[in-house]
Structures are given as C-alpha cells and as structure tokens.
C-alpha cells in the first residue's frame, strides 16, 4: 500500500484500508445506489482507484467494467500529479476482484466496442470535460437504462439553466476543473442525450453551502456559496 497515493479509502480486508484524500463513503450515501446489483451490468466511467466499481461488484453485479483516462495514464494526473492506477490495480488484486478494467477517454465509449450497461456511474467527471455535453451524449450511448451522476454544480440560485466555465485554474487551482453547471442545466442537458426522467437523489442546503463558502474564505482555496456537489439519477 506504501507508495501509493489514494484518492479513494477502501477497505482491502484484514483491517487495511486505504488512506483517501476524497470523502469516499459521505459520496457513497449521496449517491443512492441500488443496495442489490444483482444480475445488472455495471460501467464506471473515471473509476480512479475504482472504490465505486468494486462496491458494484460487492452489491452482486453480474459484470462491472472499470474505464478512466487521465488518472491511469502517464504522467500522472491531477493538480499535483499523483492519479495513477497503481491504487486501482492493488486494490483489484487485494480483493481478488473481476472488475474488468480499460483505459477509454469519456469521448471514445461507444457502444460498438463496449457495449451498453444497465447502470451506468458517472461520478465526478462531468465538470472534468471541457465538452461536457458531448460527453453525457457519449456516457449515454453506453447506458441502457439507469445513469447515476455525481458532480460539481455552480449558479445554484440563478433560476435559469446555466453554466460557470472556469478558464485555467479558477476553480480550487485545478486546471482540469472546466464547468459548473446548475441543477436546470443538469437536468436539461440530461433531458436532451436521451432520459426521460430525472431526479435529484442528493443536493447541498443553501445554509450549508453558506456557512462553507464563509468558511472556506478564511481558510483554503475560494469556494462560493454558489457552488456545490450533487448527485441525480437518470432513466432512459
Ligand atoms: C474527481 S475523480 C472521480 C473519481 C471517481 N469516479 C469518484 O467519483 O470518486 C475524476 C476522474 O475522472 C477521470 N477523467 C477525467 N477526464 C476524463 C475523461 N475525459 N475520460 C475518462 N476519464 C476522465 C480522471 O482520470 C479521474 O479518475
């Protein structure tokens, strides 16, 4: 496990478990997700360290299909450059997992090559896209019925469909953060690559999205009211 920088904390068994810098299990409970997976077919686009594959597999699904892009390829992804799948391949191996694993670019799923899903996971992608509807037009070419979406939203108190873009490092320094978009735009831009019915399984109290922008100021990279993470699942 030494030598690994973990994005996800997962539980390896025999009381190891993994160091995350991300909030792994707060973002498992927002997300919802079917306790039993039972015979459905599981994609987890942008699996990183694959925490949420693995939980597929764990919850029954016949088969589950890891992909991701940057954090699996050289150099090393992220502000600081340490997403790699070297966490993804210790972690497959601890748990004896049959997560199948490729390294495909959001833009290159294709149904042709892959196949389609009956659940679809795409978590903390979207805002990663600098072509973010393209991107759900390609997620969606992939996924059969249920897609369950985690991500970044900004403009939260504007009432009509909209999206932040942030050129550079406007958002948290990170230059591979490229929009934000609102709740309207979410469920809009959804809508329009093809499900039918969306809802909202997860979203940030204003009060809480206040009191942490206030917070933020004082303390770390500038965080706005305005922004937040959500989570929604979609049908086709
Ligand atoms: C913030 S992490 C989210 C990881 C995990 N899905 C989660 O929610 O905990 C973003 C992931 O998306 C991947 N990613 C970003 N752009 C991508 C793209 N164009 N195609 C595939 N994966 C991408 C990154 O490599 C990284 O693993």
Redesign the pocket.
């Given at each position: 496990m030494e030598g690994v920088e973990w994005?996800?904390t997962i539980d390896l068994g025999d009381g190891l478990v993994t160091p995350g810098k991300?909030e792994?299990f707060r973002?498992l409970e927002w997300l919802a997700l079917p306790e039993s997976l039972e015979s459905r077919s599981v994609l987890?686009?942008?699996?990183?360290?694959g925490?949420?594959s693995f939980e597929a597999e764990r919850r029954g699904a016949e088969r589950v299909l890891a992909?991701?892009?940057?954090?699996?390829?050289e150099p090393a992804?992220?502000p600081k450059g340490w997403?790699t799948r070297a966490g993804f391949d210790l972690a497959h191996r601890a748990l004896k997992s049959k997560v199948e694993a490729r390294g495909?670019?959001?833009?290159?799923?294709d149904p042709e090559t892959i196949g389609t899903f009956d659940l679809v996971?795409?978590?903390?992608?979207l805002y990663?896209?600098p072509h973010p509807l393209l991107?759900l037009e390609k997620v969606a070419s992939v996924c059969s019925n249920q897609l369950i979406l985690?991500t970044h939203v900004d403009l939260l108190d504007l009432g009509r469909p909209a999206m932040a873009f942030y050129p550079g490092e406007a958002l948290a320094g990170d230059d591979?953060n490229w929009w934000g978009p609102n709740m309207k735009a979410l469920e809009a831009m959804l809508r329009y690559v093809g499900f039918t019915r969306v809802e909202v399984v997860h979203r940030e109290a204003r009060r809480y999205r206040f009191a942490r922008a206030a917070y933020r100021r004082m303390r770390g990279p500038r965080f706005r009211a305005q922004q937040g993470r959500c989570a929604v699942h979609a049908w086709k």
């Open positions: 994005f996800h991300d792994t973002k987890d686009v942008g699996a990183w360290d925490f949420f992909t991701d892009s940057f954090a699996w390829e992804w992220g997403g495909i670019d959001v833009l290159d799923l996971l795409f978590l903390g992608v990663h896209l991107g985690e591979s």
